[in-house]
């Protein structure tokens, strides 16, 4: 069966460091790769995709950035935080079957919390 | 993806079965009906979707209406560890580009489970 790995839980960060936050997928091929940011109260916000290896499309501008090394490893990063990063982030996989709108399998999430 | 309209919250009692409600009155025939769950504190979990027939699962049954206007997603015995907030998505089957790969959650359903 498929699994997703996501670390760490909780992250405290001081203003200006960097972030790198890991993802990693078992037991399936060429998944599709998703970074999700959910505030306090409110919902996803879809910041990364992923359809391949070295394949990111960027939904929102921001100081963050993600890869893929990895057909199954996916990565969070940012050079120097801000205090608006602060929030829980979630990775997700889904097939990468035609149709886009496959269910997506989430992490348990990373609490970031900046100070 | 079109709208769905939940109820914002229902009690159940534990070991009991528990049907959540959902509204699509705009669905369109490239819809499928998808469910969430989120335990608080944790990622959002796949439940079940469906396109017009009634769909089972490990987790639950989604029962969806001959005119695909409403679906109800049953739980056949509620435990506490049922407790969450039920999100009804509907997901457009056809179409591409970086919309089609966010997942949009509305307010959904908090289920609290009484022992």
């Known amino acids: 069966s498929q699994t997703i790995h996501q670390w760490p839980a909780t992250l405290v960060q001081p203003v200006g460091s960097p972030l790198s936050l890991e993802c990693t997928v078992e037991g399936t091929s060429n998944p599709n790769l998703y970074w999700y940011r959910q505030a306090a109260g409110r919902g996803l916000q879809l910041l990364f995709y992923s359809v391949g290896i070295g394949q990111i499309s960027s939904e929102v501008p921001q100081n963050l950035s993600a890869s893929r090394p990895q057909d199954r490893q996916f990565i969070l990063s940012s050079k120097k935080l801000l205090l608006s990063d602060s929030g829980f982030y979630l990775c997700a996989w889904s097939a990468s079957l035609t149709g886009a709108r496959q269910p997506q399998h989430f992490g348990d999430g990373t609490r970031l919390s900046i100070l | ?115």
């Open chain 2, 1 to 115: 993806d079109a709208k769905t309209t939940q109820p914002n919250s229902m009690e159940s009692n534990e070991e009991e079965p528990v049907h959540l409600p959902c509204n699509h009155s705009t669905i369109s025939g490239t819809d499928y009906i998808h469910w969430y769950r989120q335990l608080p504190s944790q990622g959002p979990e796949y439940v079940i979707h469906g396109l017009t027939s009634n769909v089972n699962n490990r987790m639950a049954s989604l029962a969806i209406a001959e005119d695909r206007k409403s679906s109800t997603l049953i739980l056949h015995r509620a435990t506490l560890r049922d407790a969450a907030v039920y999100y009804c998505i509907l997901r457009d089957n056809v179409g591409s580009g970086a919309g089609s790969y966010q997942l949009t959650f509305g307010k959904g359903t908090k289920l609290s489970v009484i022992p």
